[in-house]
T-cell receptor, first 117, second 110 residues
Framework: GAGVSQTPSNKVTEKGKYVELRCDPI?????LYWYRQSLGQGPEFLIY????????DSGLPNDRFFAVRPEGSVSTLKIQRTERGDSAVYLC???????????????FGEGSRLTVL | KQEVTQIPAALSVPEGENLVLNCSFT??????LQWFRQDPGKGLTSLLL???SQREQTSGRLNASLDKSSGRSTLYIAASQPGDSATYLC?????????WGAGTKLIIKP
């Protein structure tokens, strides 16, 4: 696609529910990143994929968070038993390069705003 | 642990002025540094990427400098325009992750 696409753009859910957020990166980009951004803060790293594998998942806050990228393109961030503190904008980015580190320009989607009531 | 700080948190200037945004980081062992722009309710747009071996990068009215030894980067915006109003964030590639500042919210008054 022309850019990184994220769906849904907004999600309101109740505490304890399960949520999936989807990211469709730029075609051909092998590196994919998930970040979380709270109001007035910079993005917080969650997980980085190189191809189908999670190269670095050290930013996932706990085992309620999980992400997959089964075919090396679209990725899904999954949050179980959501809590109010999970409310944030979840940003996805892709990069043509990547490898073992961020070496190239990152292209971001517009984010998925999650609100947990 | 790498920490990135951006000062000021907010800045308001009249249209046409030249201005400088600051970014500082605590660990000079970085791979690169990037400046991004974020518009309200939108994702981030990469403006400039400076590799650790470089001192500066330029794109149009924007110029970013990097001084690794002092842990500082500046983003210079020439002849500011109302369309430059946005939040500007810097991020350093450190230890295989991007570490971000909280951003400077810039308002350019017509």
């Amino acid at each position: 696609g022309a850019g990184v696409s994220q769906t849904p753009s907004n999600k309101v859910t109740e505490k304890g529910k399960y949520v999936e957020l989807r990211c469709d990166p730029i075609s051909g980009h092998t590196a994919l990143y998930w970040y979380r951004q709270s109001l007035g803060q910079g993005p917080e790293f969650l997980i980085y994929f190189q191809g189908t594998g999670a190269a670095d998942d050290s930013g996932l806050p706990n085992d309620r968070f999980f992400a997959v990228r089964p075919e090396g393109s679209v990725s899904t961030l999954k949050i179980q038993r959501t809590e109010r503190g999970d409310s944030a904008v979840y940003l996805c980015a892709s990069s043509l390069t990547g490898g073992d580190r961020v070496t190239g320009e990152l292209f971001f989607g517009e984010g998925s705003r999650l609100t947990v009531l | 642990k790498q920490e990135v700080t951006q000062i000021p948190a907010a800045l308001s200037v009249p249209e046409g002025e030249n201005l400088v945004l600051n970014c500082s980081f605590t660990d000079s062992a970085i791979y690169n540094l990037q400046w991004f722009r974020q518009d309200p309710g939108k994702g981030l747009t990469s403006l400039l990427l400076i590799q650790s071996s470089q001192r500066e990068q330029t794109s149009g009215r924007l110029n970013a400098s990097l001084d690794k030894s002092s842990g500082r980067s500046t983003l210079y915006i020439a002849a500011s325009q109302p369309g430059d109003s946005a939040t500007y964030l810097c991020a350093v590639d450190s230890n295989y992750q991007l570490i971000w500042g909280a951003g400077t919210k810039l308002i350019i008054k017509p």
